[in-house]
């Protein structure tokens, strides 16, 4: 860290530039990035370039060194961007927001991190035992976000494949007393099919991986990733995540929150319920779709604590309401698969929002009286997953990159307007910068 405030390379901000052109904006970039400096301002802005490597540039020391100090005192960084948030916040008592934007694999997840970290850290550490709990709630509960919403992509081994928007909420004194999660847009055609090169969520290996031999045979499960056919494209890919340990933390941090075992064994029915639907099969008798192996419906049906008749049913018929008439008219092959398919990934979808609803359970203010204790205010911290272009674009993707260029719009709009706003209300000549 000290060899970082005495030496910087290139233009630390971007504002500082004699000339602004692409060629030498990437220049600067380039230049930072090689000497190590991953981090690069724009005013207020922080430009980030992922090294796909730890650095040392995280721990109480330089924590320290960010703590309590004006955006420009230090090199550019996370914690100034953090730390500007939270005074804001504390000085004038009114809401911040931190919006972490760019393209996928740019290290986006891993920045909110460490914004939160950086928050938990500075915010009295050791003064009151709820605060400290809160705190905890907060950090822990991100392996559990990432376990069920992130999955391995080609651009990035742990990339969220949702949006989420996290409220944290402070006390008069600035201390964090709670906080609520928004979840948006879970790309849950994953669960049936991905890319080449790509996994599935990272909860289903975790489970098959780190799941003990007794876990694993309630669940009528093995270990073998190659035999589900939902996730046997990304069976045999390598990635940076140790899936067999990743399962530990993240069933520790469930307790830890506060899921009871039975809600933990419940999320692991869940899974392995999908796992299991992936391997049905339909034949064809005729005109009529019959349901090949039995003995998965057995399975699936002890696994959701309901009848097979009704599993099968549900698998091969769809109820369709003419007038007064409610009839059940079956499925052709086709369909069926359909339906499977629909089925597994409205189960994964809403398995993910109730972990988000308990985790907020949690989470959320609780007995904040504002009229003993003043108002209480909130940093927000937006995490929107990144825009990325496919061979084969899913509506999903689509929603995504819209949502990216409207943030994106908004930036701009947010930046350059404002900017022009204030130079002409303080009378300074300069060159209009046009902007749609």
């Given at each position: 860290?000290?060899?970082?405030?005495?030496?910087?390379?290139?233009?630390?901000?971007?504002?500082?530039?004699?000339?602004?052109?692409?060629?030498?904006?990437?220049?600067?970039?380039?230049?930072?990035?090689?000497?190590?400096?991953?981090?690069?301002?724009?005013?207020?802005?922080?430009?980030?370039?992922?090294?796909?490597?730890?650095?040392?540039?995280?721990?109480?020391?330089?924590?320290?060194?960010?703590?309590?100090?004006?955006?420009?005192?230090?090199?550019?960084?996370?914690?100034?961007?953090?730390?500007?948030?939270?005074?804001?916040?504390?000085?004038?008592?009114?809401?911040?927001?931190?919006?972490?934007?760019?393209?996928?694999?740019?290290?986006?997840?891993?920045?909110?991190?460490?914004?939160?970290?950086?928050?938990?850290?500075?915010?009295?550490?050791?003064?009151?035992?709820?605060?400290?709990?809160?705190?905890?709630?907060?950090?822990?509960?991100?392996?559990?976000?990432?376990?069920?919403?992130?999955?391995?992509?080609?651009?990035?081994?742990?990339?969220?494949?949702?949006?989420?928007?996290?409220?944290?909420?402070?006390?008069?004194?600035?201390?964090?007393?709670?906080?609520?999660?928004?979840?948006?847009?879970?790309?849950?055609?994953?669960?049936?099919?991905?890319?080449?090169?790509?996994?599935?969520?990272?909860?289903?290996?975790?489970?098959?991986?780190?799941?003990?031999?007794?876990?694993?045979?309630?669940?009528?499960?093995?270990?073998?990733?190659?035999?589900?056919?939902?996730?046997?494209?990304?069976?045999?890919?390598?990635?940076?995540?140790?899936?067999?340990?990743?399962?530990?933390?993240?069933?520790?941090?469930?307790?830890?929150?506060?899921?009871?075992?039975?809600?933990?064994?419940?999320?692991?029915?869940?899974?392995?319920?999908?796992?299991?639907?992936?391997?049905?099969?339909?034949?064809?008798?005729?005109?009529?779709?019959?349901?090949?192996?039995?003995?998965?419906?057995?399975?699936?049906?002890?696994?959701?604590?309901?009848?097979?008749?009704?599993?099968?049913?549900?698998?091969?018929?769809?109820?369709?309401?003419?007038?007064?008439?409610?009839?059940?008219?079956?499925h052709t092959e086709q369909e069926a698969s359909y339906g499977r398919d629909a089925f597994a990934?409205?189960?994964?979808?809403?398995?993910?929002?109730?972990?988000?609803?308990?985790?907020?359970?949690?989470?959320?203010?609780?007995?904040?009286?504002?009229?003993?204790?003043?108002?209480?205010?909130?940093?927000?911290?937006?995490?929107?997953?990144?825009?990325?272009?496919?061979?084969?674009?899913?509506?999903?993707?689509?929603?995504?990159?819209?949502?990216?260029?409207?943030?994106?719009?908004?930036?701009?709009?947010?930046?350059?307007?404002?900017?022009?706003?204030?130079?002409?209300?303080?009378?300074?000549?300069?060159?209009?910068?046009?902007?749609?």
């Amino acid at each position: 860290m000290a060899e970082q405030e005495s030496l910087e390379f290139g233009k630390a901000d971007f504002v500082l530039m004699d000339t602004v052109s692409m060629p030498e904006f990437m220049a600067n970039l380039k230049l930072r990035f090689e000497k190590g400096r991953i981090y690069t301002f724009i005013g207020e802005v922080v430009v980030s370039v992922n090294p796909y490597k730890l650095l040392n540039i995280y721990g109480r020391d330089t924590i320290e060194q960010y703590k309590g100090r004006e955006l420009y005192e230090r090199p550019p960084h996370l914690f100034a961007i953090a730390d500007a948030a939270y005074k804001a916040m504390k000085r004038r008592a009114k809401d911040t927001c931190i919006v972490i934007s760019g393209e996928s694999g740019a290290g986006k997840t891993e920045a909110s991190k460490y914004i939160m970290q950086y928050i938990a850290a500075i915010t009295n550490p050791g003064q009151r035992a709820e605060v400290e709990r809160v705190k905890n709630m907060l950090l822990k509960s991100n392996c559990v976000l990432e376990a069920f919403g992130n999955a391995k992509t080609n651009r990035n081994d742990n990339s969220s494949r949702f949006g989420k928007y996290m409220d944290i909420n402070f006390d008069f004194k600035g201390d964090p007393i709670g906080g609520h999660i928004n979840n948006y847009l879970l790309e849950k055609s994953r669960v049936i099919v991905q890319q080449p090169g790509e996994r599935s969520f990272h909860s289903f290996y975790q489970l098959l991986q780190g799941g003990s031999e007794q876990i694993l045979r309630s669940l009528h499960l093995q270990k073998s990733l190659s035999s589900y056919n939902y996730i046997h494209v990304g069976a045999q890919l390598k990635s940076s995540i140790n899936d067999a340990a990743e399962f530990k933390v993240v069933a520790d941090a469930m307790k830890v929150i506060g899921f009871t075992p039975e809600e933990i064994q419940t999320v692991y029915k869940i899974l392995a319920t999908i796992l299991h639907l992936g391997n049905l099969k339909f034949v064809v008798d005729g005109d009529t779709p019959l349901i090949e192996n039995d003995k998965v419906v057995s399975i699936i049906a002890e696994l959701l604590s309901t009848k097979t008749d009704m599993v099968e049913k549900a698998l091969l018929y769809r109820t369709v309401a003419t007038g007064r008439d409610i009839i059940d008219k079956q499925h052709t092959e086709q369909e069926a698969s359909y339906g499977r398919d629909a089925f597994a990934k409205a189960i994964y979808e809403r398995l993910f929002c109730w972990i988000v609803t308990r985790i907020n359970d949690i989470i959320e203010v609780k007995n904040y009286d504002t009229t003993i204790h003043g108002k209480n205010t909130v940093i927000g911290v937006l995490d929107i997953y990144g825009f990325e272009i496919f061979d084969n674009n899913s509506f999903e993707q689509f929603c995504i990159n819209y949502c990216n260029e409207k943030l994106q719009q908004l930036f701009i709009q947010l930046v350059l307007k404002q900017e022009q706003e204030e130079y002409q209300r303080e009378g300074i000549p300069w060159k209009h910068v046009g902007f749609l």
